[in-house]
Each structure stands twice: as C-alpha cells, then as structure tokens.
C-alpha cells in the first residue's frame, strides 16, 4: 500500500511509519490521520507485525493539528464531522506502539506522541499545547492524557502558556520513558520496537490492557482485572513455553499472533 502523507517501512516484525508532510512540519491533516488510521489497523490485523514506531522528521514529529484546515470550520462543521473522533481509532491499536520525537511534538503532534504506549524523545524534542495562542484548546485528548501522564500542575501551566518543555524536562516529568542523542533516535526506537515484537504477542497486547486500565478503574477493580488476566494467560503456549525456557536455560521460542 503506497500513501501520500506517510512512509510505511517494515523491518523485521516491527512497523516503522514516518510523517512525511515536511512542507507543513508534518500538520496532522485529514488525509494524513486517515492514512495513519488506515497503516495502523493493517498492522494491527497484519500477524507478521508485532509492535509499530511512529516518527516524523529531525525538525518536526508534528507541529500539531492542520490550522489552515480548520481556520474557516464552524462549530456546526465541527460537530457534525466529529472533528478528530477518528484519532479514538488509533489509540485503539492493540499492539504495542512507540512514538519516536524529534523536533516539535506541539499540538495535535504531542497528542499523537501521548496516543502511543511510551515516548522515545530525541534531545532535540520539545512538546507542547499552544492551542491556547489560537483562541482554542487541545482536541485530540491533551487536556486528558497530559494531566494522566505528567499531572495536574505541568499540565495545566503548560496549556494555559502554550510553553514549550524540552526533552530533559520531558524525561523529568514522565512524558518521555527516554532521551537519546537524535541521531540514534530511530534506531533506538526500532531496536526496542524489535525487543518487543519478538516477545509473547499476546502477553504484550494483554500487559497493555492491563497498564492502560490503570487510566481507567479504582486500584482494587483494577488490581483484580490484573490477577484474572495474569492468571489467564497460564492457559497460553506462551506461557509453558516461557516458563519452561528460562527453566532449560535457552531462549524462548514464542508464537507469532
Ligand atoms: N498547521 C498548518 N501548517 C503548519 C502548522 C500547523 N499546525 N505548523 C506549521 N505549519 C506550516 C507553516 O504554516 C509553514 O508553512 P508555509 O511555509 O506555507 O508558511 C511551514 O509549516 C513551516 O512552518 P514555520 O515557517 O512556522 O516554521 P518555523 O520553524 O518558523 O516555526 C513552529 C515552527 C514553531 C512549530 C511553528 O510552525 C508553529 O508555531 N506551528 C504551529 C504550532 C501549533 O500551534 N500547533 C497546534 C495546532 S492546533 C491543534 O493541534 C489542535 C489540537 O488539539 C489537535
């Protein structure tokens, strides 16, 4: 599948997709979501692929929403559409997904960083939500995910300034599970993409569910779904199979779905 506003490249059992609308820093426009959407939900339903890496550029993983798209919509427009309630599709992925940021991640584009399952940041990132400069808000889950992620108070001081945080203070506040130089940016991310993809596919999908809930129930619901889902995966292949490796001293040899 060729696209226009992205470049799929399949290396191993990992799925590298880089932005690629370098004329707008990679502005997230209803094409480029749609065949973001489209790559991602392949891969999903695609066996030989076992985790996804989402990159953009050394200037720009994406400076955020596409303004001149928006600039003329109404409130009716925007409603009736359901301006970004596509972008739900994509944090929906099942499997394990990386976003790799260099550059701007602003907007929209920190949001997208914010929809993957951890932030690999380049020394050269800098995140923010400056919609607030634009007379609006975030759109596409800041105002929710930021505050889940690196709490209340950086949240709220950074959406209300529109300031940029580099990736040192980034790393600090949990928002980037790392930082590397930006040279090694997407190779690192690639090659943590592989760790992960040649793991148990379907301990890897459940491990997210159960974190992910983390977001969603009170500790002791929450503590229960992590035991049952534990305790359902001693019915898998992949657990006999890792158990009995570490157990034979050799590696373990885990299905591929
Ligand atoms: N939408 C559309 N076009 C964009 C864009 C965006 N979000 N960000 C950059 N561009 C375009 C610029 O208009 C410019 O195009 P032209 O050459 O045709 O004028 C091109 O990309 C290069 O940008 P700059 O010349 O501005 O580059 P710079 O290096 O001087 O500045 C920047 C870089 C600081 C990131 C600046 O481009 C900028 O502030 N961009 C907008 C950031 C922003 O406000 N993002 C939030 C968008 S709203 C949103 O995301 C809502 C949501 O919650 C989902």
Redesign the pocket.
């Known amino acids: 599948m060729t696209y226009e506003t992205i470049i799929t490249e399949q290396r191993g059992r990992v799925l590298l997709i880089t932005l690629n609308r370098p004329?707008?820093?990679n502005?997230?426009?209803r094409k480029l979501a749609g065949e973001l959407l489209a790559a991602t939900q392949a891969a999903d339903a695609d066996p030989g692929i076992g985790c996804l890496v989402i990159t953009g550029s050394a200037?720009?993983f994406?400076?955020?929403?596409?303004?001149?798209?928006?600039q003329a919509q109404s409130f009716v427009d925007m409603h009736s559409s359901d301006w970004?309630a596509e972008w739900n599709h994509f944090a929906a992925c099942r499997k394990p997904k990386i976003a790799a940021v260099a550059g701007?991640a602003?907007?929209?584009?920190c949001?997208l960083a914010l929809m993957c399952d951890f932030i690999l940041a380049a020394d050269t990132a800098k995140f923010?939500?400056?919609?607030i400069?634009?007379g609006?808000?975030?759109?596409?889950g800041?105002s929710q995910r930021l505050v889940r992620s690196i709490g209340k108070s950086k949240a709220m001081e950074l959406c209300l300034t529109?300031r940029l945080m580099d990736a040192a203070e980034a790393e600090r506040c949990g928002l980037a599970s790392r930082v590397v130089p930006a040279a090694d940016l997407v190779e690192d991310a690639v090659k943590t993409a592989d760790t992960i993809a040649n793991m148990s596919l379907t301990a890897s999908m459940v491990m997210k569910e159960a974190i992910n809930q983390a977001y969603e129930l009170p500790l002791a619901s929450g503590l229960t779904f992590e035991r049952r889902v534990f305790q359902a995966l001693f019915s898998t292949e992949d657990q006999k199979e890792g158990m009995a490796a570490f157990v034979e001293k050799r590696p373990a040899q885990f299905n591929r779905r």
């Not at 923010?128 to 919609?131: A, F, K, M, N």
């Open positions: 004329e707008a820093l502005a997230l426009n200037k720009a994406a400076a955020g929403a596409d303004i001149k798209e928006m970004f701007y602003l907007g929209g584009g949001e923010g939500q400056p919609e400069k634009l609006v808000i975030p759109g596409m800041g529109g």
